[in-house]
């Protein structure tokens, strides 16, 4: 219905991946890396404004039958929930891109254009997939590329990091793709055929203890690469390790994958499932807020500071996400684009400041305001919108989480506001290390301030920061009716369990939502 | 009731577009440039804030001004505007904060001229304005809360704004932290009273839909409220057990300790709260607290104050002292009082600050009153000015101080809360006493000043001196405005705020004739006392320390709450963080369960390696076969 939007949109960062490989000469091939990168992102930015804001459903859909004799479709779709990671997505490469040319990759810059394209391609499949297996494919693709990129172009312990990675995601991968074989297979009961499209599965109705295990298996795998606490431990080191782009798209995208994994499949898959587990998830979340924030603020080094503190806010999402009510799946989803913006531009200065020193031990540093003033002061923005100051970006999300957790659990909201004083207290006290009081380190007197690519990487970043903190309402507009969407599907599920008499009832409530095998 | 008056916003526009030219042209364009911009960017939204007032007058009681600027956050029934809203409470506000605050400005304008980072300076002043008036005009709680936690960052930025200097970074991030942890409660207050309001569908925090729904709030939700948002109040307020940052943040340039940890910023508490006035009356037991807090924390920082020997800090707990009066006044029910004392103590201890800092100024950075003495003669306009401003704080009558605290400590008693007007009145003695001490171990007395700072003592240049000189005629004059009952046109100041924040019903009748006197009495002697100790017996005070050894140790050392929050939170949660998390949860367990783990599949893929070049193949290996196998198992299924 919509033309071959996002088909060009996957795969036209696939062909830049091997245009790349075409470049010989190192200026030409970032010069020609980063403008290949704006095509996909002038696509998305399309997408966004050709997007129609009141409709809950899925837009510029595209389904191809793949392999037909199991039911494997090539489907994709687009809704509220996946069009702001979509353009997050395409904007942080671009901007990654931008970025490494500037010096931050020293050798094998086409390998590694090669693979940030088809990390994007990965990345952007997932999001877009409605297929289960082709969400699959995907959700194992942006794997490697990942792997590469912290493997070759990490730093320290890079194979060790990039293994644990490796190990952790397929860990709950595995069992997901077991999952999904197991409700393939449920469905087939249910509708006769095989079929891995996920509308059709949303209609299948699973009984409770499969769905139990079932939802347990997705929600695992989507713990994992959220990351939740306890299974969060291969975050600090790949985050540490990797080269700054793949900090970046790791905590700026793939770990919103995660949080989106539950959106989309687990959730609405198995609704009473998550419901059930709901009080569990909520427990996990909190105690990642804290737990997070804490140990971010003993760590020594900044890149691993910023790592923990991405568990400490993801848990917000995922606080957000199982209150299960508009305010807090609205603000999960507005938090993780925050996130990305924000831990993205903390990743990005780290970056910048490791290039010109080689470390990023926070004591190596101090007094840099005098040295670097514009470097400070985008630097103080960017946390500000980290710690959720009133008026930028962070504050929408993390106020709309707490709403909904209010709403949901008082107690989880009253316990995860600690989490908000946290983070500025470990925020604070690290700009006031690296920043304030006197230069101590004669090195540190000779640093130069960001030049005119570094700031042209950060800019769109503030400017994103200001204006979804002043009017959010372009983007929480578009997302509500999804999020509504998917929480009237959860309500019914609900209500139907709770009332077997109620089926009827249910049905007469919601007559659009009935999925029977076709 | 509402008038629409789209100018409104311009009141916020003039500091954005004066903080925005400061802080990217600022530089470029020199100092003169932003010696202009600066001051009057704030003189702009005061002319603004005028007309608006004016309008607000000729319109009928109970009035208001408002403008929606654009829809902000929504989501599922909730929704909230960016909107301005003037009334009576919000225009004394917006006139006090950007007409003492122009002034400052201006003031700034010679105390920054040696300062290389008067442009940083400027738009660190300008985004305090802005967001104090945010805060002011919000026309709901969010709203409030954005500028709310705006001036805390600008108070964070301005407290280090000599960063060089450690003790000035830590002192700006104690002062964030410590209001963060007031704000916490600000949030949860919101959230209690969205949830009660919600379960009745009236999802809302705008001031009037709140009002008009407040009755639907049980009085034990609204007393939770009440107290969730006080402990905000408590943070940004500086009182008890959320103060101790306000002392420390007198390391900043002495206009940023007039406007925003005197004049202004502090006080946004007393503002919220009196702009919840509807709230907190449905609340008798939080109104108590509120009370208790602020005689407690007044007479509290009162005690404090008569021992520091760094001026700053002798205003700085007088500052939370007066607020703690601020509170008391509100707590009793006296909402439009304690508004009353926000606007002279804006004054007043405005002004006290300005003359401080033209005293330290004149002294090349001296501000240990035990270095100075006798300067009267060399200031002799700071000296006046200050002396006014004394005279206004001691509530002397007919300055302006007289009228508001006499207003509050009435109300005190009437409301029957007579051991809290005992405190009160006690505390009135103790003011007196310390800012006579001030007065005279700073400008009467022999001359303590060392030699080489004596050298260049010069009075303030006129653009110090003339916001000295318009503040001390508004700390005379300013509290006309509000005369006792009976006499001339009475409290107009409290009829004119009544519509938003009520009026004041006594318990029971008293002689405010008498009940004056009482206070004035103790004010009389805290004077005497002073006079004797440090003019007439200079000897006394050191042997009346030597003698209470223990009490002035006690009382110099702050009561050592400092060190007792270091040693209860501080430091437990650091060790915690780094020894119990850090270490023994996440790198030993969680991690040497996944190592063990990780480990020997690694050691598998080093095996590995001697035959292939890395671990991926195993990978790889291992996942295809797995996912082969299971898959081929479901395709049999299917099949089958």
């Known amino acids: 219905m919509g033309g071959y939007w996002l088909t060009g949109l996957v795969f036209i960062p696939l062909l830049g991946a091997f245009f790349v490989l075409l470049q010989s000469e190192e200026r030409a091939l970032w010069r020609a890396a980063f403008i290949f990168s704006l095509l996909p992102l002038a696509i998305s930015l399309y997408l966004l404004f050709a997007f129609r804001s009141g409709d809950a459903g899925y837009q510029f859909v595209e389904r191809y039958p793949w392999i037909p004799g199991f039911g494997i479709s090539y489907h994709l779709g687009m809704d509220g929930i996946s069009l702001f990671l979509v353009v997050l997505t395409t904007l942080l490469v671009s901007l990654c891109l931008l970025y490494s040319g500037g010096g931050d990759i020293a050798q094998r810059p086409r390998e590694f254009c090669f693979f940030m394209f088809v990390l994007e391609t990965g990345l952007l499949g997932a999001l877009l997939a409605l297929d289960l297996f082709l969400f699959y494919v995907f959700w194992e693709l942006m794997l490697i590329p990942m792997y590469f990129l912290i493997g070759i172009w990490g730093h320290g312990r890079k194979i060790y990091a990039a293994f644990k990675f490796v190990l952790f995601t397929m860990f709950g991968s595995i069992l997901m793709l077991v999952a999904i074989l197991y409700l393939v297979h449920i469905g087939h009961q249910a509708l006769g055929r095989v079929t891995f499209d996920l509308a059709d599965l949303l209609g299948v109705t699973v009984g409770k203890t499969p769905a139990r295990w079932l939802f347990a298996a997705f929600a695992l795998a989507f713990a994992v690469k959220v990351p939740m606490w306890p299974v969060h431990t291969w975050l600090p080191d790949a985050h540490t390790e990797a080269p700054t782009a793949g900090s970046v798209i790791l905590a700026g995208v793939m770990l919103k994958m995660g949080a989106y994994g539950f959106l989309r499949f687990a959730i609405p898959l198995f609704p009473v499932a998550a419901i059930e587990a709901t009080p569990f998830f909520m427990a996990l979340a909190v105690v990642g807020i804290i737990y997070g924030a804490l140990v971010a603020m003993v760590q020594p080094d900044l890149k691993r500071l910023v790592a923990y503190s991405s568990v400490s806010h993801l848990g917000f999402v995922m606080l957000g996400i199982f209150a299960l009510n508009p305010q807090g799946v609205e603000g999960a989803v507005y938090q993780m684009l925050n996130h990305g913006l924000s831990t993205g531009g903390l990743f990005l200065l780290v970056g910048m400041i490791y290039l010109r020193r080689h470390t990023r031990e926070i004591a190596e540093f101090g007094g840099l305001w005098s040295r670097l003033p514009v470097f400070a002061a985008i630097f103080m923005v960017v946390m500000l919108s980290s710690i959720g100051l009133p008026g930028l970006n962070g504050f929408v999300g993390e106020f709309l989480i707490m709403f909904g957790t209010f709403l949901h659990t008082w107690q989880a909201a009253a316990v995860a506001v600690l989490g908000i004083v946290f983070g500025a207290l470990y925020m604070l006290w690290t700009y006031e290390r690296v920043m304030f009081g006197p230069i101590t380190k004669k090195i540190n007197e000779t640093l130069s301030d960001l030049g005119a690519r570094e700031i042209a990487v950060m800019v769109p970043l503030i400017v994103l920061m200001v204006v979804m903190g002043l009017y959010p309402r372009p983007l929480i507009s578009r997302m509500a009716p999804s999020v509504d969407a998917l929480l009237a599907r959860v309500r019914t599920a609900e209500q139907r369990a709770n009332t077997p008499s109620g089926a009827k009832l249910v049905a007469s409530l919601e007559p659009s939502r009935s999925h029977g095998p076709r | ?516 006197g009482c206070a004035g009495l103790a004010g009389l002697a805290g004077i005497a006392l002073a006079w004797l100790f440090y003019l007439a017996r200079p000897e006394l005070p050191e042997n009346i320390a030597a003698s209470l050894g223990a009490l002035y140790r006690l009382l110099a050392g702050k009561y050592y709450v400092d060190e007792f929050y270091n040693l209860v939170i501080s430091r437990p949660l650091f060790w915690i963080s780094t020894f119990v998390l850090g270490r023994a949860v996440d790198t030993m367990t969680i991690d040497g369960f996944v190592n063990g783990t990780a480990l020997s599949a690694e050691e598998s893929a080093q095996a590995l390696r001697r035959v292939e070049t890395g671990n991926v193949q195993f990978y790889v290996l291992v996942y295809l076969l797995g996912a082969v196998a299971v898959a081929a198992y479901y395709v049999y299924l299917v099949i089958r």
């Open chain 2, 1 to 516: 009731m509402t008038y629409d008056f789209p100018p409104l916003a311009l009141i916020l526009f003039f500091p954005a577009l004066g903080f925005l030219f400061n802080l990217f042209f600022g530089r470029r364009y020199g100092r003169s440039t932003v010696n202009v911009v600066g001051p009057a960017a704030i003189f702009g939204a005061f002319a603004v804030g005028l007309w608006a007032f004016v309008r607000l007058l000729l319109m009928p009681a109970g009035g208001a001004l408002g403008v929606v600027l654009w829809p902000w956050i929504e989501a599922g029934a909730f929704h909230t505007d960016f909107g301005l809203r003037l009334d009576a409470l919000s225009g004394v506000m917006t006139l006090v904060v950007t007409g003492v605050g122009a002034f400052i400005h201006l003031y700034s304008v010679g105390y920054m001229e040696h300062d290389e980072d008067y442009a940083r300076y400027f738009a660190y002043m300008n985004l305090f304005a802005l967001s104090m008036l945010l805060l002011v005009l919000a026309d709901n709680l969010l709203l409030m809360f954005v500028g709310w936690e705006g001036v805390g960052l600008c108070s964070y930025l301005l407290i280090s704004f000599w960063y060089t200097n450690p003790q000035y970074a830590y002192n700006g991030r104690k002062a964030f932290i410590v209001n963060r942890v007031g704000d916490a409660g600000f949030i949860l207050g919101m959230l209690t009273l969205l949830l009660a309001l919600g379960s009745h569908g009236v999802m809302t925090l705008n001031f009037t839909q709140l009002r008009a729904h407040s009755a639907l709030l049980s009085t034990a939700v609204a007393t939770t409220a009440a107290l969730l948002l006080f402990l905000g109040a408590t943070g940004k307020s500086a009182q008890l057990p959320l103060y101790v940052w306000l002392p420390d943040a007198m390391v900043g340039p002495t206009p940023v300790s007039a406007l925003i940890h005197a004049a202004t910023m502090v006080t946004a508490g007393v503002y919220m709260v009196a702009r919840l006035s509807f709230l907190y009356r449905l609340a008798p037991q939080a109104m108590d607290v509120v009370a208790l807090v602020g005689c407690v924390t007044a007479f509290f920082a009162a005690t404090i104050a008569i021992v520091q020997t760094d001026i700053k800090r002798v205003l700085a707990y007088s500052t939370v002292s007066q607020i703690g009066y601020m509170f008391l006044g509100a707590g009793v029910g006296a909402f439009a009082s304690g508004i009353f004392h926000v606007m002279t103590h804006a004054f007043f201890k405005g002004l006290l600050f300005l003359c401080a800092g033209a005293v330290i100024h004149a002294l090349s950075g001296e501000q240990d009153m035990r270095r100075m003495g006798g300067l009267w003669r060399r200031l002799p306009v700071t000296y006046a000015t200050m002396l006014i401003a004394t005279l206004a704080i001691s509530a002397v009558p007919g300055f302006s101080g007289f009228f508001s605290k006499d207003l509050i400590l009435e109300a005190v008693f009437t409301s029957g809360h007579w051991w809290l007007w005992i405190l009160a009145v006690v505390t009135a003695g103790l003011t007196d006493f310390y800012m006579f001490r001030l007065i005279f171990m700073t400008f009467h007395g022999e001359c303590r000043v060392e030699p080489e700072k004596l050298h260049h003592t010069h009075e303030a240049p006129a653009v110090m001196t003339v916001p000295l000189i318009v503040l001390a005629v508004c700390s005379t004059f300013g509290g006309l405005v509000g005369l006792p009952k009976g006499l001339l046109w009475g409290d107009a100041f409290g009829r004119f705020l009544a519509p938003v924040v009520g009026t004041f019903k006594p318990a029971l009748e008293a002689s405010a004739l008498t009940l004056g």
